[in-house]
């Protein structure tokens, strides 16, 4: 079952980021206002980001740069 939830998404997805990216010497920018909200299933948008920051875990080396972009719209 689905449940929406309103949250703030750039926390969670620096807060998933830095986990996978833990102990890595890989420079990682976040370009992304500082705070967005959405309504969304939290936990399926979390599962989301967690699958592309691990995708670009695995084809990035310790010295490589992951830029994280999120845009807002209506």
Known sequence: ISVKT???ITSLIKTVTGRIFE???ADIVFDMPE???VNADADLIE???K???ENARAHIDDKGTLRVSLNEND
């Open 6 to 8: 309103d949250f703030e």
């Open 23 to 25: 102990g890595s010497n």
């Open 35 to 37: 705070k967005v909200m």
């Open 47 to 49: 599962q989301i980001i």
């Open 51 to 53: 699958s592309y920051v």
